[in-house]
């Protein structure tokens, strides 16, 4: 088969369109005809190399993906051959006790697919039985794949961790990403008041289009200001934090006394700091979150199908134009996902 594949880590050129085995497939997994894989900043990661992870080299990286089920396993039950599937991305071992309990993303096994394993940046990937999720069949290929890393990411941020209730106040960091275009969704769903965060004016426009009440230029406005400014002066409430050192004071004095951060990412930088006398005084909540589990996902889903949540395709690849895609996505000029099309 033909795959992008990675033997050593370094900027883009190091994304090869090769022929590779087709990978094969034991008693409990399937092997998916991928027909499209979205990116994501992990991807970018994964290419030039994270300090004290070893990802396993030559890889395949690509962790959404949206195709249709090629074989089967022969202890396989749940799906058919020829089925249109979207897949969960995180792999997990499914008997530990978080796994049992449906905190799967709390297991100490947890990858993605695209990580430390194989992804769907190819034309059929393998994975687990467990991991195939019902196809949105209101979407195409391309939205389809947009969905399930960044969504499932905002919704265990929002629900899962901060606990969103609605008439509450929440700062989405990064508009233009896609976790913070699903974010600005799920929050309107649930009922709350939208501080968008972008870098262009056309970012910004798009983000109301998606839902968002207020909008901050943050390369003229002072983020914690604006926000202070558009709440009276009280702040808000959740703030969605993926952005890392550029953004984290702003971040945290953008809160409401009790208010809650939660954070999935540090694209900016992981070196924080924190000025404890504020977060006890004003009794903050700094809490981390990881993916999201499959139960989460699958809920998720259904608001997919039925047009309550609306992926957003920033733009199109083929497979064979890896490169330009990775490229693409390292200008951080897009709004949205990022989709490799595989023919």
């Not at 693409?328 to 949205?336: D, I, T, V």
Request: with cysteine.
């Amino acid at each position: 088969m033909k795959a992008v594949v990675i033997h050593q880590h370094g900027d883009p050129a190091v994304l090869h369109y090769t022929d590779v085995a087709e990978p094969h497939v034991r008693s409990q997994e399937v092997l998916v005809r991928v027909r499209a894989c979205a990116l994501n900043h992990l991807d970018l990661w994964v290419r030039r190399g994270l300090p004290g992870v070893a990802i396993p080299l030559p890889h395949i990286p690509g962790s959404d993906i949206a195709g249709e089920v090629a074989k089967v396993g022969s202890e396989v039950t749940t799906v058919r051959e020829g089925q249109k599937v979207l897949l969960a991305p995180g792999v997990t071992c499914g008997k530990c006790a978080a796994c049992l309990a449906g905190n799967d993303n709390l297991c100490r096994t947890f990858t993605n697919l695209g990580y430390m394993i194989d992804g769907g940046c190819a034309e059929y990937v393998r994975c687990p039985e467990v991991n195939c999720m019902a196809y949105p069949e209101n979407l195409d290929w391309a939205h389809a794949a947009a969905v399930p890393l960044v969504f499932q990411t905002a919704w265990h941020m929002l629900i899962g961790r901060a606990q969103l209730r609605a008439g509450e106040d929440v700062l989405v960091l990064a508009a233009g990403s896609g976790v913070g275009s699903a974010a600005i969704q799920i929050a309107k769903f649930f009922g709350a008041r939208v501080i968008a965060t972008a870098g262009t004016d056309e970012k910004l426009a798009k983000a109301k289009a998606l839902g968002a009440d207020e909008v901050i230029q943050h390369k003229i406005m002072p983020i914690a200001k604006e926000v202070k400014r558009l709440t009276n002066g009280r702040g808000v409430d959740v703030v969605v934090e993926h952005v890392g050192v550029a953004t984290w004071e702003d971040s945290v004095k953008s809160l409401a006394s009790g208010g809650r951060l939660v954070t999935c990412g540090a694209t900016t930088g992981y070196d924080a700091k924190l000025d404890l006398r504020f977060l006890f005084t004003r009794q903050l909540s700094i809490m981390g979150s990881y993916m999201g589990t499959k139960d989460e996902l699958r809920t998720l889903l259904k608001l997919v199908a039925a047009g309550r949540l609306k992926p957003t395709v920033d733009k199109v690849f083929s497979l064979n134009d890896c490169m330009a895609a990775h490229e693409y996505l390292e200008q951080g000029k897009q709004f949205g996902k990022v989709v490799l099309r595989v023919e």
